[in-house]
């Protein structure tokens, strides 16, 4: 019993730490996909939308910060994201509550052997 006591001022701020994490990625990405959206309406390039785009293509416009650079950034940060949310609940859960911590790490580890094998 003593435990649900520690316990309870504390989740209020870690729930909204972690729905910060994810409001800030979401707005983040949305900004980025706009930013690299807009040049492309405007001066309307050279990019066939059936045409697939090489992952060389994709790291120089990254390096280079031009519309599909952006656009890049933008899903690096819409798929890291998530990925920040488990890390965090990893961390505070390592605070209050061991037992829990256990489901973000077997959730992390899930979606590290799909990246690795590919599913």
Do not use: C, H, N, W
Request: aromatic share 4%; glycine share 6%; no cysteine.
């Amino acid at each position: 019993m003593q435990g649900d006591d520690i316990r309870r001022p504390f989740m209020p701020k870690a729930e909204l730490a972690l729905s910060r994490i994810v409001l800030g990625g979401a707005i983040l990405s949305a900004v980025l996909f706009v930013l690299g959206m807009i040049p492309i309406f405007i001066s309307s390039p050279d990019i066939d939308p059936k045409s697939p785009v090489s992952l060389d293509y994709i790291i120089d416009s990254m390096a280079s910060l031009d519309a599909m650079g952006l656009i890049g950034i933008g899903m690096i940060v819409v798929v890291a994201t998530p990925l920040v949310r488990i890390v965090a609940t990893m961390l505070l859960l390592s605070k209050s509550d061991k037992r829990l911590m256990a489901l973000p790490i077997i959730t992390l580890v899930l979606i590290i052997a799909g990246f690795i094998l590919r599913m």
